[in-house]
């Protein structure tokens, strides 16, 4: 058994399926909260930083959707500052492994290959079904 810090956005139903998942999986998770977390850029980043600055976003967040964020055309200190003033705009979930390990997004194969899945294990995709979309949090601090 492995255990895993998870950050997850509260009440949204595709954390809640892959956090599901991972329990079924005989991984013992620890659940945070996305929104709340005292993120700084030097920890974001630990989980962020080999990664495109495209692939930092939530493509579900309203304001990418909208437009009013595009994060192909933003730089790393740009994407940084968006991301830290607005955790809504961070990929989910966020997880950290035992041994300091990270993953960013709930992509199957990666978990898989990262973390190990049950092998009769449901594939999921990111962040919430398309079928029904995530509460928004007005507070986001």
Same mark, same amino acid.
């Given at each position: 058994?492995?255990?895993?810090?998870?950050?997850?956005?509260?009440?949204?139903? &595709?954390? +809640?399926?892959?956090?599901?998942?991972? %329990?079924?999986? &005989? @991984?013992? *998770?620890?659940?945070?909260?996305?929104?709340?977390?005292? /993120?700084?850029?030097?920890?974001?980043?630990?989980?962020?930083?080999?990664?495109? *600055?495209?692939? /930092?976003?939530?493509? +579900? !967040?309203?304001?990418?959707?909208? #437009?009013?964020?595009?994060? %192909? *055309?933003?730089?790393?200190?740009? #994407?940084? $500052?968006?991301?830290? !003033?607005?955790?809504?705009?961070?990929?989910?979930?966020?997880?950290?492994? %035992?041994? &300091?390990?990270?993953?960013?997004?709930? =992509? @199957? $194969? $990666?978990?898989?290959? /990262?973390?190990?899945?049950?092998?009769?294990?449901?594939?999921? #995709?990111? &962040?919430?079904?398309?079928?029904?979309?995530?509460? *928004?949090? =007005?507070?986001? !601090?």
């Amino acid at each position: 058994m492995t255990m895993v810090t998870f950050w997850q956005k509260p009440e949204c139903a &595709g954390n +809640a399926r892959q956090r599901a998942l991972l %329990e079924r999986s &005989g @991984h013992a *998770v620890v659940v945070r909260d996305l929104l709340a977390e005292p /993120w700084t850029a030097e920890r974001l980043l630990a989980f962020l930083g080999d990664l495109p *600055v495209a692939a /930092w976003f939530n493509r +579900a !967040a309203p304001r990418v959707k909208s #437009g009013e964020v595009v994060p %192909e *055309v933003l730089a790393v200190d740009q #994407g940084l $500052a968006l991301l830290l !003033a607005d955790p809504l705009l961070i990929r989910r979930p966020l997880m950290e492994r %035992e041994d &300091g390990s990270r993953l960013v997004g709930f =992509e @199957h $194969a $990666a978990v898989a290959a /990262w973390i190990g899945l049950a092998e009769d294990a449901e594939v999921l #995709g990111e &962040g919430c079904a398309a079928s029904q979309s995530c509460p *928004v949090t =007005e507070d986001v !601090a």
